[in-house]
Nanobody, 128 residues
């Protein structure tokens, strides 16, 4: 079992920044890939970005590339999402997810169903 708890969401003006955190417990955090997804009201959950077990590789959705950065601290068992130049269309509930089938590989998945564990989500609202 893996438990994931997100934090850091809130209300920010367009052009501002936020940093989300996701603290993991349970299985050995440094073994598996992590990702961030988001879901806006009335829309499907969409991929934001992912990071390999070592942090050596990252992959982003085109909509956030150049603005968002994923990082991880395997000592603190935490993955981060630094969000800069925020836009109103970034408003959503943000979820972190763990992919235990990617243990110590460079595979990064973008489909929600391929992730094994999810956090409860944290709301990000960007005002115009």
């Amino acid at each position: 079992q893996v438990q994931l708890v997100e934090s850091g969401g809130g209300l920010v003006q367009a052009g501002g920044s936020l940093r989300l955190s996701c603290a993991a417990s349970g299985r050995t955090f440094s073994n598996y890939a992590m990702a961030w997804f988001r879901q806006a009201p009335g829309k499907e959950r969409e991929f934001v970005g992912a990071i390999t077990w070592s942090g050596g590789w990252t992959y982003y959705a085109d909509s956030v590339k150049g603005r968002f950065t994923i990082s991880r601290n395997n000592v603190k068992n935490t993955v981060y999402l630094q969000m800069n130049s925020l836009k109103p269309e970034d408003t959503a509930v943000y979820y972190c997810a763990a992919d235990l089938t990617s243990t110590r590989t460079s595979t990064l998945r973008v489909v929600p169903d391929e992730y094994d564990y999810w956090g409860q989500g944290t709301q990000v609202t960007v005002s115009s």
